[in-house]
């Protein structure tokens, strides 16, 4: 229907009788001519309908409306000098329409694609529309383009592609499954996968290898914070392989889509951080390094103290921690602001000391001794005019808050550098976690993970004992993770035991999987990156539905389908299902 798209007319053209198709972007009539922009998926081309070219064609031209999909015929040729539009990259060229059709009419538009601030409710209601901006259709455009890098990358890496089922068993990654009732099997569920881990363990042992896959995984959670129930994960897995040789592999993979989407090389190997140095220095596990700001330890200062609030951390082997905020004029205000703050993050108080030409200046600085306030110049290189915070807690509290505050702090003195990409492995993870909610440690990556040495010579201290985990982060948000795994079945039964997960349950569970350890499972170990977040980064978007083609809201609806939606009982019966309850 088309002898070229429209984004691709270029000089060897010029002369050539051509036939175009797409949609009518824009409409303009000037004084007796009709001009007509005509997009489609490469880009936009200029039409001119004019009476002296084709009466019939201009008259009728003037049936057109926005969005109209049309087919058109007429001669390329050079734009007058004057006219030319340098914006586009077909826009020294046009076409005098001879005849055209129209295939298809638009309604009344819902809103205009050139509008900037249309809600994103909107948008995602008439998805098909908002797709048609140019500056939307780009991003999915780029994601395809990503797709495509990361299949060709890990092809030449001796990987193979695999699909594993949708419809399968619970595996535990910490989120609620989505079920799916079996009409065939009267009680019994099956889960959609919360990611393809076991799959991809048993692929292994079925000696492949090297397994990748693009992959949509499944968790049923709370949508805070830019998440989705359903994204995309690149996940993948290799046999004999220990930790270095996965994220030799996985910053190959980081760095062939940078270049692609970012248009320059990423600097590898990437900078690795001990999730103890993170937690001390950053209090996160996932920090930003486009700014410093680093938390410093002056506990050990204050071992003779006579201020009672760093007496009592110091009796209770807590924790004192300072940043020091340099070159920056803090207001009374916005030292008042930022004790405020950290008491809306938790914190019992923040101390705020400024080092003035004459020595410290604080309201607690009375009950510093000279020898304290001396050490803490020296550890902190202080100079006139800079501002220390001091928190002073258990050590959890103050380096969860601190590092909360660093961010704050970043944010509200501009430190932080918006356009750098800072990636960072953060290894040496411990295995375990203590969990609040189920009052017992549980695995801190997931139960199939490896610790570093013998699992059989954990000693008791679960806090201390580390894994074979690493995570990826980038711009402080954590785009990826993986682990080194329990491929002995002694040795992932030991892990079972010391997350006080029974026998039984371990079989009923993921009986399939220690099987297969039994039968010559080779050494393993793999990772999932987050392809959306990685693409919302390195896009520059600001949320992950803006990667998305068909997002679900923050409530887990679809406004194009209107999903989820009530089925007929007739479908309920035939599952024996019964809804109790309200149905919203
Ligand atoms: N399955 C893990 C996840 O989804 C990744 C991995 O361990 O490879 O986080």
New binding site residues.
Partial sequence: MRDKYCGKVCTDDIGRTLTLSGWIFRRRDHGGLIFVDLRDVTGIFQVVFSPDISPEAHEKAGELKQEYVIQVTGKVQKRPVGTENAGIPTGDFEMYATSFEILNTCKALPFQLDEEDVSESLRLRYRYLDMRRPLVQKVFLERSKAYKVIRDYLASCGFYEFETPFLTKSTP?GARDFIVPSRLNTGSFYALP??P?LFKQILMIGGFDRYFQIVR?FRDEDLRADRQPEFT?V???MSFVDVDDVIGLCEGLVAAMYEVLRGEPLQIPIKRMAYSEAMERFGSDKPDLRFELPMVEITDIFQETDFGVFKKTIGENGAIKSIVLKGKTLSRKDLDTAVEITKEMGAGGLIWIRKEKDGLQSPIVKYLKDNEKTAMIERLDLSDGDVVFIMSDTRNKVNDIMGRFRLYLGEKFELIAKDQFRFLWIVDFPLFEYSDEDKRFVAR??PFTSPQGSIKDFTGDYESFKAKAYDLVLNGVEIG???IRNYRMDDQFEMFKLLNIKEDDAIEKFGFLLEALEMGAPPHG???FGFDRILMMLLGLESIRDVIPFPKTQKGTCLLSGAPSKIPQKQLNELRIRVTGEQQ
Avoid: F, K, T
Wanted: aromatic share 0%.
């Fill in positions: 990654e919360q990611s881990q995984c994960q996940d993948i897995e990556h997931h993770g993986g682990s793999g990772l999932a």
